[in-house]
C-alpha cells in the first residue's frame, strides 16, 4: 500500500519567511495529493491539492509542486504569518476510491 | 459551503461496551471514510465506503470495527466492544473531487 514520509517534522520560521515542507510518496499510481492544515482539536482542514497532470499550483501565499518521476511533492509558504502556526499533513491518494494516506505532520511555529 | 457534521462531538464510555459514531456526508459525495487520530499523532486511515460497501479498509480496521450507511444520508462506524486504545479522535470525510473532514468524535474509553 502507499507509504508518505514527511519532513521536517518540526518548522520554526520568523514572520515573513518561507517555509517548505517536503513529502514522498511510494505508489506510482497515486495522483491525488492535497494538503491539510490541523489547528489544536479541529479538523485537518485542506488549503490546496494538486493532481498528476500538473506540475504545480499555487493560491496567494501558498503554492504546491509534485515531481512525478521522483514521488516527491512540496508545500511552500510564502511571507508566512504568526496565524499559519499549526501542524500541516501532507496526504497521496489514487483514485477516490482508495486510502488517502497521511504525513505524520509538520509542526510549523511562525514567531513575530 | 456544504460540510461533513458529526454526532456526538465527545462521547465517554466504558471498555467494553459497543459505540456508534455518526457522520453525514456532503449531500453529493459519493465517497465516505473513517480516519482516527490519536492524540498527537498523524491521521490514520480506518475504512473507504464507496456504493454502499467497503472499498478498502486498513490493518486497524478489524472485526471490532464495522461501517454502514443505514438511510443513504447518514454514515456510521460501530466499535463493537471498546479497548483503551480506542480512545482517539475519528475524523470521517467525504470526496468527491476534494476530500472534506468533519468536526471529529473525540472517544474516550474509560
Known amino acids: 500500500g502507499e507509504n508518505v514520509e514527511q519532513h521536517p517534522s518540526t518548522l520554526s520560521v520568523q514572520e515573513g519567511d518561507s517555509a517548505v515542507i517536503k513529502c514522498t510518496y511510494s505508489d506510482s499510481a497515486s495522483n491525488y495529493f492535497p494538503w491539510y492544515k490541523q489547528e489544536l482539536g479541529k479538523r485537518p482542514q485542506l488549503i490546496i491539492d494538486i493532481r498528476s497532470n500538473v506540475g504545480e499550483k499555487k493560491d496567494q501565499r501558498i503554492a504546491v509542486t509534485l515531481n512525478k518521476t521522483a514521488k516527491h511533492f512540496s508545500l511552500h509558504i510564502t511571507e508566512t504569518q504568526p496565524e499559519d502556526s499549526a501542524v500541516y499533513f501532507c496526504?497521496?491518494?489514487?483514485?477516490?476510491?482508495?486510502?488517502?494516506?497521511f504525513g505524520k505532520g509538520t509542526t510549523l511555529s511562525v514567531s513575530s | 459551503e456544504p460540510e461533513v457534521t458529526q454526532t456526538p462531538s465527545h462521547q465517554v464510555t466504558q471498555m467494553g461496551q459497543e459505540v456508534i459514531l455518526r457522520c453525514v456526508p456532503i449531500?453529493?459525495?459519493?465517497?465516505f471514510y473513517w480516519y482516527r487520530q490519536i492524540l498527537g499523532q498523524k491521521v490514520e486511515f480506518l475504512v473507504s465506503f464507496y456504493n454502499n460497501e467497503i472499498s478498502e479498509k486498513s490493518e486497524i480496521f478489524d472485526d471490532q470495527f464495522s461501517v454502514e450507511r443505514p438511510d443513504g444520508s447518514n454514515f456510521t462506524l460501530k466499535i463493537r466492544s471498546t479497548k483503551l486504545e480506542d480512545s482517539a479522535m475519528y475524523f470521517c470525510?467525504?470526496?468527491?473531487?476534494?476530500?472534506?473532514f468533519g468536526p471529529g468524535t473525540r472517544l474516550l474509553v474509560l
Open positions: 496526504a497521496a491518494s489514487g483514485q477516490a476510491g482508495t486510502a488517502l494516506i
Open positions: 470525510a467525504s470526496r468527491g473531487s476534494t476530500a472534506y
Open positions: 449531500s453529493n459525495h459519493l465517497y
